[in-house]
C-alpha cells in the first residue's frame, strides 16, 4: 500500500495487480468511498483511449460539449455515453483488464455499463472547476452499488487533483443535485432537496497525485470535487460508471445519458444501453 506515502496524499492506494490488492482495496473503498488502484492501466490501453478521443472530438460522439469560461486561456470538452459510436471507447471499456479491476470492488454478483465519460481541461482552463457533488443525485437509479472508474490520461499533481470527503458515502444519503454552471441554481432535475452539508477543512478531505494509468474508484454517493486546471497542458481522464445487483431504475427526470425508455421503474438496469457485462456463474443443482 502507497497510500501513507507522502508524495501519494491519503486516498488509500494499492498496486492494481498485487495479490493483496482486491480485498484490501474493497475495505478501502467500504471506509473511505474512494480508492486508488496504481499502474492499472499500460501505455497500449491508453493509446486507445487517445483514439478514442480523437474520434470523438473529430464528431463521432453524438453527446459532446465545449466549455470556455470567461478570461480563460483553454477550454474544457467532454463526451458523455459515446462507447456506442467510439469504438476505441468500446474497445477499453469491453476488452481492457478494467471491468474485471472493478467487478470485485462491487460485492456483487453482476456488473452492468452504466456510461463513458471523458473530460479533458486544457491548460490554464483555470475557472473549469467541479463544485462540490455526489453523482448519484444526478442518476434516475436506486440502490447503492454504483461505482465511478476514473482513469487518469495524464499526470495529474495534487495541485489539479480530485478532492473527496472521506465516509461520505456511507449513510447513503442523497443531496440536492448541483448546477455546474452556477452552484447557488436549482438544478432542473433535482431529486432531493437536501443541501450539501458543510464542507470543511477540518474534516477529511482526501485526494492523491495521479500517473497515466492510475485509476480511482469512488460510489457515487461520496461527495467530491475538482479544481480547474491551472496548469501549462492538458489534465484529461476517462471514467467508465458500473452498477451492481441491488440497482434499479426509477424512471425520474434526468439527462439523456442516464435514461433508457425500455426500463419501467423497479427494473433492474440491464438493456443493450445498459449492457450486463459481468455474471456470477451459479453452479447447477
Known amino acids: 500500500m502507497t497510500g501513507t506515502d507522502v508524495d501519494d496524499g491519503p486516498i488509500q492506494s494499492f498496486d492494481a495487480y498485487s495479490t493483496s490488492a482486491g480485498d484490501n482495496a474493497r475495505l478501502a473503498l467500504g471506509d473511505d468511498g474512494v480508492v486508488c488502484l496504481r499502474g492499472a492501466f499500460e501505455t497500449s490501453w491508453l493509446s486507445i483511449v487517445e483514439a478514442g478521443i480523437a474520434a470523438a472530438l473529430a464528431g463521432a460522439s453524438v453527446d459532446l460539449g465545449v466549455v470556455k469560461r470567461e478570461g480563460d486561456k483553454g477550454q474544457f470538452s467532454f463526451s458523455s455515453g459515446a462507447w456506442q459510436t467510439v469504438e476505441p471507447f468500446q474497445r477499453f471499456i469491453f476488452d481492457s483488464p478494467l471491468a474485471d479491476l472493478v467487478w470485485p470492488l462491487l460485492d456483487s454478483s453482476t456488473l452492468t455499463l452504466f456510461y463513458d465519460f471523458l473530460l479533458i481541461k486544457e491548460a490554464h482552463s483555470d475557472g473549469a472547476l467541479t463544485p462540490w457533488h455526489q453523482d448519484h443525485s ?36 442523497l443531496y440536492r443535485a448541483v448546477d455546474f454552471d452556477d452552484p447557488n441554481a436549482a438544478y432542473c432535475h433535482a431529486r432531493s432537496e437536501l443541501p450539501l452539508p458543510p464542507i470543511s477543512q477540518d474534516g477529511r478531505i482526501l485526494h492523491t497525485s495521479l500517473e497515466p494509468g492510475d485509476m480511482l474508484v469512488w460510489w457515487s454517493h461520496t461527495l467530491h470535487c475538482a479544481p480547474g486546471n491551472h496548469l501549462d497542458r492538458r489534465r484529461a481522464a476517462f471514467s467508465v460508471n458500473w452498477l451492481g445487483d441491488d440497482v434499479t431504475y426509477n424512471g425520474q427526470p434526468a439527462l439523456d445519458t442516464y435514461i433508457d425508455p ?12 445498459f449492457p450486463l457485462v459481468r455474471q456470477s456463474v451459479t453452479p447447477n443443482g
Open 138 to 173: 444526478y442518476y434516475p437509479l436506486d440502490g447503492t452499488k454504483v461505482v465511478n472508474s476514473w482513469v487518469a490520461l495524464d499526470h495529474i499533481p495534487l495541485e489539479s487533483a480530485l478532492q473527496f470527503l472521506a465516509g461520505s458515502h456511507s449513510s447513503s444519503t
Open 262 to 273: 425500455s426500463l419501467s421503474s423497479g427494473d433492474h438496469v440491464v438493456s443493450d444501453k
